[in-house]
């Protein structure tokens, strides 16, 4: 079906998901933005409920979703839905998913993480460390929106992720380490190796005191002589150092 109006339902209803927050929160639905993602996605058993193809796109798909419905559409709608300055030829509208509760030996806190950008790596490298379960406070930016979907470059797929959760009852529940100014211990000192909880907090103000005094602290050592690292490369360091560790405590 090719779709040459903006004033088509289908269209409509595809442009609310990708420029409005409450429409993907209500409908627990997003949009993927090119073919990587939707490779990304179909490896990951997600379902997708429509392949939104430019009208000069070749469907390469089809064998994969040969019951997903198609809408192709004619250059200005493929930008008028994209974020992108060069639209992608395809994209596809899917159901946001839900993994089940499940152990999660290694977990990370995110709190109040305001650019999608940065949302996204956070969870590209989470995914790439091994970790189980990211948990999102109130306040955060979508893990699911369409630019953090870009950012992640499919990480949503392979964790469980949790919004608007309560990060100081998970605090309180479990140990987690956090990197804090006053803090005495480097990181390299750390135990790691068995189950672990990190905590980051938002871009410019870091963790909020009430998860400060709930979480124990290290710090990252910079010989540079660098004040701070941002959010996204202390996460990588302190990720990165618990996975050296436990493959370590297997070669050893």
């Known amino acids: 079906m090719l779709i040459t109006s903006r004033d088509n339902p289908g269209f409509r209803a595809l442009r609310a998901l990708a420029q409005n927050a409450h429409a993907r929160r209500e409908q627990q639905q997003t949009l993927l933005e090119g073919g990587h993602l939707v490779d990304e996605a179909i490896q990951a058993g997600v379902e997708l409920l429509c392949l939104i193809l430019a009208e000069d796109t070749e469907d390469r798909w089809w064998g994969e979703l040969p019951d997903t419905p198609r809408m192709r559409l004619k250059p200005g709608l493929m930008r008028e839905l994209s974020s992108l300055n060069t639209p992608p030829g395809v994209m596809a509208q899917m159901r946001i998913p839900h993994k089940a509760t499940a152990p999660d030996p290694f977990v990370l806190l995110l709190e109040a993480i305001q650019e999608p950008g940065n949302l996204g790596a956070l969870l590209r490298t989470a995914a790439a460390a091994g970790v189980d379960t990211v948990y999102f406070s109130h306040g955060s930016a979508e893990a699911w929106s369409p630019k953090a ?32 100014a006053e803090a005495k211990t480097p ?43 941002n959010v996204a490369a202390a996460a990588a360091i302190a990720l990165f150092e618990r996975v050296r560790q436990t493959q370590a405590s297997l070669a050893g």
């Open 187 to 229: 990181l390299y000192e750390l135990d790691l190796q068995g189950p672990v909880a990190f905590a980051f907090g938002n871009e410019g103000a870091g963790l909020s005191p009430e998860l400060q005094s709930c979480c124990r602290g290290f710090t990252i050592p910079m010989p540079g002589g660098t004040e701070s690292l």
């Open 149 to 180: 979907l870009r950012g992640g470059q499919g990480a949503q797929f392979r964790l469980r992720i949790v919004e608007h959760a309560d990060l100081l009852a998970l605090a309180q529940k479990r140990p987690v380490w956090a990197a804090l």
